[in-house]
């Protein structure tokens, strides 16, 4: 009984500790799989705040996690974080095409139908109440510019473009927004509440007289 307890002992203590090895004799971890792994039938949990490790591996194979939130942007004072969105199509005529949108963080932008090709934005997502958005803005086009604030060149910097939460995706035009060949509108504003600035660059180019190229390009500071 006594030789018995004591295999029983010594074999409980062997599992305990055990490595096992798949195509090696010698393994260094718990489990060690000397080849190539694949995984099938895995689910989509990008939405899932619960699943926050992404496995990460070194040079010699070792397999461990690492936060997901240590991939995330530096968002501390002083910090840069800076993202860049575009959109460059051609038509055949000076008309925009409104279903081409750049979306850039809580913001959409179009480039109207109508050969002033007017400049319209929108939100991308509901707000919980109704938003004021304040800009300014900088034209340049072929001989002058003009800069101004407000929802067109003449009423005051305390006009807004008013965003509810039923018309959040309705865009509103920039008034004094409309877009020559070879002009160049610049306009910046910022989100009600956040950290981030905007900046809107447009552009218009005749190539010929049935081909323009048509570029937003929207920085988020």
């Known amino acids: 009984m006594k030789k018995l307890l004591v295999v029983t002992s010594i074999l409980s203590l ?8 798949i195509n090696t004799t010698s393994p260094t971890r718990t489990l060690h799989v000397q080849g190539n792994l694949r995984v099938a ?7 899932d705040a619960a699943f926050d490790r992404i496995l990460v591996s070194d040079t010699n194979g ?5 936060s997901r939130s240590s991939f995330l942007p530096n968002t501390g004072v ?23 949108r750049l979306k850039c963080g809580k913001f959409f ?10 400049v319209k934005l929108g939100l991308n997502e509901k707000p919980a109440a109704s938003v004021n958005i ?4 900088e034209q340049n086009w ?7 604030q407000g929802t067109n060149a003449t009423n005051g910097v305390d006009a807004p473009f008013t965003f509810t939460t039923s018309n959040y995706d309705v865009a509103q035009e ?9 002009e160049q509108n610049v306009m910046t504003f910022q989100y009600p509440g956040d950290a981030d600035i905007y900046r809107l660059t447009i552009y218009k180019v005749q190539h010929t007289g049935t081909s323009y190229d048509f570029v937003s390009a929207c920085e988020k500071f």
């Open 14 to 21: 062997t599992y305990i500790d055990a490595q096992v090895g």
């Open 78 to 100: 002083g910090a840069v974080d800076k993202e860049s969105y575009s959109e460059i199509y051609n038509n055949t005529s000076a008309n925009g095409l409104p279903d081409r």
């Open 41 to 47: 039938n895995l689910q989509n949990v990008s939405e």
């Open 62 to 66: 070792n397999v461990d996690y690492a």
């Open 174 to 182: 920039f008034k004094s927004a409309r877009l020559d060949s070879y």
């Open 134 to 137: 304040y800009m300014n803005m």
């Open 142 to 148: 072929n001989n002058g510019f003009q800069f101004y």
């Open 109 to 118: 932008f179009i480039f109207d139908t109508g050969t002033d090709s007017n």
